[in-house]
């Protein structure tokens, strides 16, 4: 069984940095699709950014150029770096693992952490 722990999120003011890292047990991290989420209050839990086994990354429009993922497959994490920070990126940030083709969709990842709260204070 996959278990993927967030760390990292926090109180930031706009215009800040903030780094999420997603430990991963379990399974075989290495062949994983491995996902960025965020749900934000009252709305649905959204994709961010994906990076897969061979290291192809995919970004939501709303967060390129300001969000990096990346994937440390010797310590079995992948983490977001989260750039000029707006308001707007407040959520509860998700990890996420896909086995086979991780795209956009939740139903992709069949493995999720708990989240990580990010807070963007204006």
């Known amino acids: 069984q996959v278990q993927l722990v967030e760390s990292g999120g926090g109180l930031v003011q706009a215009g800040g940095s903030l780094r999420l890292s997603c430990a991963a047990s379990g399974g075989t991290f290495n062949s994983y699709t491995m996902g960025w989420f965020r749900q934000a209050p009252g709305k649905e839990r959204e994709f961010v950014a994906r990076?897969?086994?061979?290291?192809?990354?995919y970004y939501d429009d709303s967060v390129k150029g300001r969000f990096t993922i990346s994937r440390d497959n010797a310590k079995i994490t992948v983490a977001l770096q989260m750039n000029s920070l707006k308001s707007e990126d407040t959520a509860v940030y998700y990890c996420a693992a896909a086995r086979f083709f991780g795209g956009r969709g939740l139903a992709d990842y069949e493995y999720w952490g708990q989240g990580t709260q990010v807070t963007v204070s204006t």
């Open positions: 990076i897969t086994s061979g290291g192809s990354i």
